[in-house]
């Protein structure tokens, strides 16, 4: 339900504890939100890194982050809607978006690599640099998190993943390299 709408009280029922014993834990709701937060980005990070170390080309290691992401949704539907709603609460909740900002670091610079060493092996299209290959990679997985919450049909959300990945196998690498 989000930040914002999200109470202690509910959280402690959720949990079978009392309010009180939330604070041996957690001084307030923004220090909860945050270590929610830096959990599911851990999960998210180690699913990528350990889904791309197995591959050598871009193509494959964004193939198989996507399968991560599938693998994560079937897992845990709730994923996409709480990744979904950070930043609309980071956007709302200034303070939280101070909070957070540092934790979102490990899996951009991960992304980041991986779109720099394949524009050094020549693996994509001569005209995208690699901030603008990793911009596209983020503007995917929020699609992807956006869709995957608003149409909750993992049958459509795997039929989406296999159509990009097709899209990237064709489309992001020069003709020479397939």
Known sequence: VGFEATTNRSIAE?????TGAIYHYFPSK???YVAAFAEVQDLVHDAFETAAAKHETFAAKFSAILDAIAELGAKDP????FVVGVSSEAQRHPDLSDAIKSLRFARSEFLHKMCTDAIERGEIVEGIDA???HDLINVVMSGL???STVVNDQQRDLAVIAGLKRIVAG????S???
């Open 14 to 18: 959720a949990a079978g504890i009392t």
């Open 30 to 32: 923004l220090e909860m």
């Open 78 to 81: 709730t994923l996409a809607s």
């Open 131 to 133: 901030t603008v290959l």
């Open 145 to 147: 998190s956006r869709f």
């Open 171 to 174: 489309a992001a690498v020069p």
């Open 176 to 178: 020479t390299a397939r």
